[in-house]
């Protein structure tokens, strides 16, 4: 690892960036680790545990730690910043390292220890982290808790890293069923028993024709609810076949157009979008882009004209969503994060699911402008045939 001068602090756009040396390093471990009851202690914490130095670098871990990571060793850990240590994918943004990014901003780790250090309290944030596993995207949802701790006159930070993936998603699950899915059931529910009431065949057949809609809406949310949960086990089956592309952009501008959300707003097919014949799963494809349309209606106002439309590129095909408006730094910087949600807890798994699904499943890629003038465009590349 070699020595790292503590003074280099300028290439930070947030926590600074400075490390101790790692001869410095080896002696704090050395101290720590010849305190035996300070390893029982911390052994004994089910959680991931490790001690940080002022320069937020791991000098001491835990068991569960070392099984988390693997094959390595104690000694190979030693100078890591703990999203170094998760593999947390903006780490290796900067030469700086893990809490020097701008998305670091919005990191419950770095802030949990920056608060700890600053007040000398403990301090406890929720984290999310994406990091690479075999090629794939992987997000967790962590529970961080830095306390502060003295060791021999030096300064040093006890951190817990306690995964909460699990309840984070079973709220989700939970907020929909009891809510989303509740709401359209209830309306339904009033559609049927409205009927009832009505003599004029024009007038039941509208509300017929209402009913369907929401049934088609109910099934909707409970099969995009299964793929997702299908998706994260490893354990979602694509069907490949023949399709249009304009034929897909018109499917789900039209599955949208009666919408609740979509209420005194547009979705308009770009007419000069792009059409070839698509080897892909075409019902994959339309989740992916009904809810990148869904999250660009919840975020225009009254009148506002949501634009879709495909553009080819060699091999692959670009599909893109607009709307007007600009999202702030602190949503671009998490947007795609699992569990992060504009509209409240418990409710981000929009733009997650589609990264997810995008990447994983349909082989292709996920970015997005936003900006004042252009407004916000987000925009999925994938092969025209998927092997």
Known sequence: MGNIDKSKTGDSEYASSGRAAYEEIVRQYDVLAGNQLLSLITDAIPD????????????????????????????????????????????SETPGGCGTTKSCKYCGAINAILECQRTGMSSMKECRITSKAEGFDVSYDLQINAAPFKF?????IILTVKDISDLKRRRVLERMFFHDVLNTATGLNG?????????????????????????????????????????????????????????????????????????GKR?????????????????????????????????????????????????TIWFWVNNPGQMSEMVQRQIFQRSFSTKGADRGIGTYSVKLLTTNYLKGTVNFESDADAGTTFRIEIPVGIS
Do not use: W
């Open 48 to 91: 991931v545990a490790m001690i940080l130095n002022e320069e937020r670098q791991l000098v001491f871990s835990n068991k569960a730690l070392l099984a988390l990571v693997g094959d390595l060793s104690s000694l190979d850990l030693l100078g890591k910043r703990p999203g170094e240590l998760l593999d947390c994918l903006h780490a």
């Open 152 to 156: 021999n006159d030096n300064n040093y």
């Open 191 to 263: 559609l049927l028993s409205a009927i009832k009431d009505v003599s004029s065949p024009e007038e039941r057949q509208e509300f017929v024709d209402i009913a369907e809609k929401a049934s088609n809406d109910l099934i909707e949310d409970i099969v995009s609810q299964r793929a997702l949960s299908a998706a994260e086990n490893g354990d979602l089956q694509i069907k490949i076949t023949r399709y249009s592309s304009v034929q897909v952009l018109h499917d789900v501008a039209a599955y949208l157009a009666h919408h609740q959300i979509a209420e």
């Open 267 to 315: 979705i308009v097919v770009d007419p000069f979008s792009h059409s070839i014949q698509m080897e892909t799963d075409p019902q994959l494809l339309k989740r992916v882009l009904i809810n990148l349309i869904k999250n660009a209606l919840e975020a225009s106002p009254k009148d506002s004209v949501i634009t879709i439309g495909s553009r080819i590129n060699n091999t």
